[in-house]
Nanobody, 125 residues
Framework: QVQLVESGGGLVQAGDSLSLSCAAS????????LGWFRQAPGKEPEFVAA????????SYADSVKGRFIVSRDKVKKTATLQMNDLKPEDTGVYYC??????????????????WGRGTQVTVSS
């Protein structure tokens, strides 16, 4: 079983930066892709970013492209979502998820098998 724990959320002002971390433990797989999703109050979870199993390829939602950067350290089994120039619409609970990379890009929730419990990000205007 894979356990994922997110951290780094908080309350920030518009224009600020925040770095989220995701730590994996348990039976992780070498070929797993990793993704970040977020869920705003009253809305469905939406894709934010994903990174391939070797870190060589990334994918971003249009709404965060150019502002967010996803990275991973396979040795340490950690991933980071660097969020810059935050906007109020970035507010939500952020989740990291992993799943076998059967195809790319990985942007749909169904492509991920394991999920963390999330960390809250609130951006005030």
């Amino acid at each position: 079983q894979v356990q994922l724990v997110e951290s780094g959320g908080g309350l920030v002002q518009a224009g600020d930066s925040l770095s989220l971390s995701c730590a994996a433990s348990g039976r992780t797989f070498v070929r797993d892709g990793l993704g970040w999703f977020r869920q705003a109050p009253g809305k469905e979870p939406e894709f934010v970013a994903a990174i391939s199993w070797n870190g060589g390829v990334t994918s971003y939602a249009d709404s965060v492209k150019g502002r967010f950067i996803v990275s991973r350290d396979k040795v340490k089994k950690t991933a980071t979502l660097q969020m810059n120039d935050l906007k109020p619409e970035d507010t939500g609970v952020y989740y990291c998820a992993t799943g076998l990379m059967r195809q790319w890009p990985m942007v749909h929730r169904g492509q991920f098998d394991h999920w963390g419990r999330g960390t809250q990000v609130t951006v005030s205007s």
